[in-house]
C-alpha cells in the first residue's frame, strides 16, 4: 500500500522561504512524484513534479525547486521568494508511470496535505 507523508510547511512573509517534504512508503517500479496546491474556494492545481513532462507551473517557475531521492523515496520543494497568492494547502501525490500528468484526477495516491501562508 503506498503511503505518502507531508512535513514542513508553516507562516513566512512574503519574500521568504520555506520547504515541504514528502516522503513514500510500499513504492516499487517508476514513479512520478508530484506537488500539488489547493487555495481556498480554489481547485487543486498542479505545481511541479519528478519525472518525464514534470514541468514546474508559471506561477512558480524560477522560485520553486523540486528534488528528489530515490534511495530514501523522498521529495521535497523549496520554496523561494513567497507571495501572498502561494498560500495554500500543498499535497505529495504519485502514480505508477515515469511520466508525470498535470491533472489531479491522474494521481490515485495522495498525501494529507500541509499548510503555507504567506503574508504580506
Known amino acids: 500500500q503506498v503511503q505518502l507523508l507531508e512535513s514542513g510547511g508553516g507562516s513566512v512573509q512574503a519574500g521568504g522561504s520555506l520547504t515541504v517534504s514528502c516522503v513514500a512508503s510500499g513504492i516499487s517500479g517508476p514513479y512520478c512524484f508530484a506537488w500539488f496546491r489547493q487555495a481556498p474556494d480554489k481547485e487543486r492545481e498542479w505545481v511541479a513534479g519528478s519525472g518525464r513532462d514534470a514541468f514546474p507551473s508559471d506561477s512558480v517557475k524560477g522560485r520553486f525547486t523540486i528534488s528528489r531521492d530515490m534511495e530514501k523515496n523522498t521529495l521535497s520543494l523549496q520554496m523561494n521568494s513567497l507571495k501572498p497568492e502561494d498560500t495554500a494547502v500543498y499535497y505529495c501525490?504519485?502514480?505508477?508511470?515515469?511520466?508525470?500528468?498535470?491533472?489531479?484526477?491522474?494521481?490515485?495516491?495522495w498525501g494529507q496535505g500541509t499548510q503555507v501562508t504567506v503574508s504580506s
Open positions: 501525490a504519485a502514480r505508477a508511470s515515469g511520466s508525470c500528468a498535470a491533472g489531479a484526477s491522474d494521481y490515485p495516491y
